[in-house]
Nanobody, 114 residues
């Protein structure tokens, strides 16, 4: 059974930084991504990385967020810099195993406020 567990959210002032972690277990993963959902909004893909290290970033976070992974322990990181109030949301990790099983994490709250 594949599982992912997020950590690293919190409260930060505008312009600050946070790093989210997503620890995956139960498989090797072909795709891992970070999504976010703010109240009243749809869940959106923020950044993703494949087993070939291909990355994707939403336009709203390009040049501010960086996704990376450590294959040794199946952990994906999202480094978030120059945070803005509009980045406030619950951030979810999503992973797809190499045999196609997918899973969501429980979410971690990121609040950007002064």
């Amino acid at each position: 059974q594949v599982q992912v567990v997020e950590s690293g959210g919190g409260l930060v002032q505008p312009g600050g930084s946070l790093r989210l972690s997503c620890a995956a277990s139960g498989s090797n993963f072909g795709f891992m991504g970070w999504y976010r959902q703010a109240p009243g909004n749809q869940r959106e893909l923020v950044a993703s990385i494949t087993s070939d290290y291909d990355t994707y970033y939403a336009d709203s976070v390009k040049s501010r967020f960086t996704i990376s992974k450590d294959n040794a322990d199946n952990t994906v990181y999202l480094q978030m810099n120059s945070l803005k109030p509009e980045d406030t949301a619950t951030y979810y990790c999503y992973a797809i195993s190499t045999w196609g099983e997918s899973t969501w994490g429980q979410g971690t709250q990121v609040t950007v406020s002064s």
